[in-house]
């Protein structure tokens, strides 16, 4: 039986949640390793020799280090060509040109403002972390409009890179949710009709359910 791979952070962590939901997707065994933020545990050397930027998720398989957490799903999807959602990065060089362009926009476009979003809207009042209000309305507007891009695409397909569900619609859910569930901002995606729809659709997914559940158990 092959080893679980290791996978170092919290779910709590949009990041760390976006390699557990393809690990689940793929069906990959894997073992969480708990990493105490409050505890700086990211910041000590054993662990910056396998992140060295000092964030999670850091990932292990076997002799295999590696960090960014789009960089790790891709690699899972490869490796497990077979397994579980056989479909989620693609099986021709087309459909994976597609994904890869609508994992671009999430890391480049969509994730710029929504992860700022997540962090002053649903962090930082947790942390006790006074919000900054202009910060907060520049990204709301940043985020508006790269949704309305979002809008008009998944207008012409159910999912981001065509009809299946892939790791380029999977890679939103982890900043979505929050937006969605632990703020106020949630209509920036529910009021638009195919967005919405989008998102319920994901959303749903067993994968990200348990992924969701994972998160309950930390908190
Ligand atoms: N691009 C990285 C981002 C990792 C990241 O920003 N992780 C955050 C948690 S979601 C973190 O470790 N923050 C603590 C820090 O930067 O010190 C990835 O996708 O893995």
Redesign the pocket.
Known sequence: MATPVKVY??P????????LACLLEKDVQFQLIPIN?SKGE??SPDFLKI?P?????AFQDESISL??????CRYLCEKHAEKGNKGLYGTNPLVKASIDQWLEAE?QSF?PPS?VLVFQLAFAPRMKIKQDQALINQNVEKLAKVLEVYEKNLGESRFLAGDDFSLADLSHL?NTHYLVNATARGELFTSKKNVGRWWGEISSRDSWKKVVDMQKQTT
């Not at 930027?53 to 998720?57: E, K, L």
């Not at 960090?67 to 790790?72: D, G, K, L, V």
């Open positions: 952070g919290p709590l962590s949009t990041a760390v949640s976006r390699v933020m990211h910041k992140q930027f000092g964030q999670v998720p960090f960014e957490s789009r960089a790790i890391g994730n992860s982890p």
